[in-house]
């Protein structure tokens, strides 16, 4: 695995001027790439979420698209916690995470993870309240996630669209 170059990355948010940048994106998944391509920044516009994008050396390597979120816990799950009153939890949501398939082994992908929750955690303390990174796991990516720090959030499971809610403490 190429070690990612930290001086090559660039983040930005997606403006129009990224436009014509995504019709090359492709991370090997069309219903990912049709989002990006197609709904990220009306959705971003409309205020439904934030997409970040990362360049690589120059290219769109990967993409983030983020939201504010809450999830309810168990009450097993918020004694595990250490979370005493609260049914509904603030969280960030990673509502989507691609990176082009040419950038599989550079960690592009962990990278904006990690970004994320620096971004969390920096809101939680300053700005508003916030605990968790979210996010729905599509079907064999939940090993991904969990390598990475998050836990099945067990009281949201019984999705009907086949994902799995998962969850990161931001302040792990």
Not at 83 to 103: C, H, N, T
Request: proline residues 2%; charged residues 30%; contains cysteine.
């Amino acid at each position: 695995m190429p070690d990612i170059n930290l001086k090559a990355v660039l983040l930005v948010r997606l403006s129009e001027a990224e436009l014509p940048d995504l019709e090359a994106f492709d991370c090997g998944d069309a219903e990912m790439n049709s989002f990006l391509k197609d709904e990220a920044y009306s959705e971003q516009e409309s205020g439904m979420n934030s997409t970040i994008l990362l360049y690589y050396q120059g290219e769109l390597a990967a993409f983030c698209s983020v939201c504010c979120d809450s999830i309810p816990l168990s009450k097993k799950e918020r004694e595990e916690e250490k979370i005493e009153a609260a049914y509904k939890v603030p969280a960030i949501k990673i509502a989507r995470l691609g990176r082009a398939f040419k950038y599989k082994d550079y960690g592009v992908g962990s990278f904006l993870i990690d970004y994320v929750k620096d971004i969390a955690f920096e809101l939680s303390a300053s700005k508003v309240g916030v605990r968790f990174l979210t996010l729905d796991a599509y079907s064999g990516k939940e090993q991904y996630y969990s390598d990475k720090g998050f836990i099945r959030n067990e009281a949201m499971n019984k999705r009907m669209d086949g994902t799995v809610s998962m969850r990161a403490d931001v302040f792990d």
